[in-house]
């Protein structure tokens, strides 16, 4: 039995270990860390006490062994991560700058990172939901192919689809590209944006309009807009919202918050936790995984989330 599916990357991070350190400056480096947004998002919902599986690959090195040596520590099903014994697992270079902006140098695209295969139609007795992250859409053609060809077996065997699109919106306007999100769109629901990206996405100039165009998708039950310091909203198509502010830390590191908080929010639906209350366990765990350095790195945990609401 699996609540969760997800599909995408697995690599590992290394990490300046100051603020405003350049990639292209000798200095030193902090790593590896087990990473990839997806991978971080499956760390959160089985933290929480969710059966998670994940899909997809990595090489038969060390790196490969720190992201493997986590899932398997978090009981998250490894089976359908592949294992390549001639390609080097996938790794992404981060440094942080204090105006909280940060610079990625990845080596992805060539990896087994972006290798899996759709899985056969029974490999996976059932799933209540599969998760999709807009990155790994667009590492690589052949992989968004392979990761829309899993969706839709899994869709037709009664899955909700979920989709986080953190991609890069001065990307969107590719061709190709856009026909892959509309299709991913038409099947979701539930669409996890930031503000930014619900506005572009549908090309509204606001909040309203861009949560109605949302609801045109035939298949769309909820909206889950993340909105930076101001926190987040949950829409339903029936009209209903509920919005919850974001919890205080000291952040050491920002990457995979955000995926933290889809991970964590989907691990609240399956154990049909009220929206406010997913949406509040959502938002603590972004912000516990914000308060810790490395991108998986975060103390998440039902104990810790509940210290954190509570206050």
């Not at 200095?27 to 991978?39: D, E, K, N, Q, T």
Request: one cysteine or more; glycine letters at 10%; charged letters at 25%.
């Amino acid at each position: 039995m699996t609540d969760i599916l997800i599909m995408g990357e697995a690599i590992v991070e290394i990490m300046r270990d100051k603020e405003g350190e350049e990639l292209y400056k000798e200095g030193l480096f902090r790593g590896p860390f087990p990473s990839g947004a997806p991978a971080i998002c499956a760390s959160a919902a089985a933290r929480l006490g969710s059966r998670v599986a994940l899909i997809s690959g990595v090489g038969d090195d060390d790196f490969g062994k720190c992201i493997l040596d986590r899932m398997k520590e978090l009981k998250i099903d490894t089976s359908h991560v592949i294992v390549n014994k001639t390609v080097s697992t996938g790794c992404a270079f981060v440094t942080y700058f204090s105006d909280g902006s940060r610079k990625f140098l990845f080596h992805m695209g060539n990896t087994p990172a972006v290798e899996a295969k759709a899985p056969g139609k029974d490999d996976f007795e059932y799933v209540k939901f599969m998760h999709i992250m807009g990155c790994s859409l667009m590492a690589k053609k052949e992989f968004a192919d392979e990761i829309l060809k899993t969706m839709h077996i899994f869709e037709e065997k009664g899955a909700d689809i979920s989709f986080d699109p953190n991609i890069r919106t001065e990307l969107k306007g590719n061709g190709d590209l856009d026909r892959i999100l509309e299709e991913v769109l038409t099947s979701a629901s539930i669409f996890l944006p930031g503000r930014e990206e619900l506005l572009t996405f549908t090309g509204q100039t606001d909040v309203a309009s861009a949560v109605r165009k949302c609801f045109t998708y035939p298949k769309m039950k909820m909206v889950v807009m993340k909105d930076g310091s101001r926190g987040s909203t949950l829409f339903t198509k029936d009209g209903e919202s509920v919005s919850c502010p974001v919890y205080k830390v000291e952040q050491a590191d920002p990457t995979g918050a955000g995926d933290c908080f889809d991970g964590a929010f989907l691990a609240s639906l399956v154990q049909d936790i009220p929206l406010l209350q997913a949406l509040k366990t959502a938002s603590a765990a972004g912000a516990l995984n914000a308060a810790a350095f490395g991108p998986m790195e975060g103390d998440i945990s039902p104990e810790t989330i509940t210290t954190m609401i509570d206050g």
